[in-house]
């Protein structure tokens, strides 16, 4: 999409992150019969708290966020998590823009996300992107967390 910007995240935006994230992972709640997950039960007090210790982007079309991602960095290691796309907007390659952002300004040789097994979609995308699986750990529910990994050029 070519009218779509990225630009860092800031605290100001935790509210259209958080109805964005929320939106998003409506659908990974169903798939895992969940509707407690913290994607769709974090506070505004909370999420605002989180982007105030973490980093990350947002991507806007005109003045909307239509997508976010949170990243930390300790140099090593670019820890990646809620990457969140309006549900309207998937599909139209904002999620892949914001993964590269978050790894271009990344400072670490490696950056690693995890999400769950039975999100194919996810599974698809990060590793169209890159990602190979380097762990699993079974949830003991039939699911499991699929850690995934990237090299990153320094």
Same mark, same amino acid.
């Given at each position: 999409? %070519?009218?779509?910007?990225?630009?860092?995240?800031?605290? /100001?935006?935790?509210?259209?992150?958080?109805?964005?994230? +929320?939106?998003? =992972?409506?659908?990974?709640?169903?798939?895992? #019969? *969940?509707?407690? &997950?913290?994607? $769709?039960?974090?506070?505004?007090? !909370?999420?605002?708290?989180?982007?105030?210790? &973490?980093?990350?982007?947002? /991507?806007? @079309?005109? !003045?909307?966020?239509? #997508?976010?991602?949170?990243?930390?960095? *300790?140099?090593? $290691?670019?820890?990646?998590?809620?990457?969140?796309?309006?549900?309207?907007?998937? #599909?139209?390659?904002?999620?892949?823009? $914001?993964?590269?952002?978050?790894?271009?300004?990344? @400072?670490?040789?490696?950056?690693? $996300? =995890?999400? #769950? %097994?039975?999100?194919? &979609?996810?599974?698809?995308?990060?590793?169209?992107?890159?990602?190979?699986?380097?762990?699993?750990?079974?949830?003991? *529910?039939?699911?499991?967390?699929?850690?995934? +990994?990237?090299?990153? &050029? @320094?």
């Amino acid at each position: 999409m %070519s009218d779509v910007t990225v630009r860092p995240i800031r605290v /100001a935006d935790a509210g259209e992150v958080l109805t964005i994230q +929320r939106a998003a =992972f409506v659908s990974e709640a169903q798939i895992y #019969g *969940d509707p407690q &997950a913290t994607p $769709l039960t974090q506070t505004l007090e !909370q999420l605002e708290a989180e982007l105030r210790d &973490a980093d990350g982007f947002v /991507a806007l @079309i005109g !003045q909307r966020i239509v #997508g976010a991602i949170r990243t930390r960095d *300790d140099g090593v $290691l670019l820890q990646i998590g809620r990457l969140a796309i309006a549900p309207d907007v998937q #599909g139209e390659g904002i999620g892949r823009m $914001l993964l590269a952002a978050a790894e271009d300004a990344s @400072i670490s040789r490696e950056a690693e $996300l =995890f999400t #769950g %097994s039975l999100s194919e &979609a996810n599974i698809r995308l990060y590793e169209e992107c890159g990602y190979r699986e380097s762990e699993r750990i079974d949830n003991g *529910d039939g699911t499991a967390q699929v850690f995934m +990994r990237k090299s990153l &050029a @320094i």
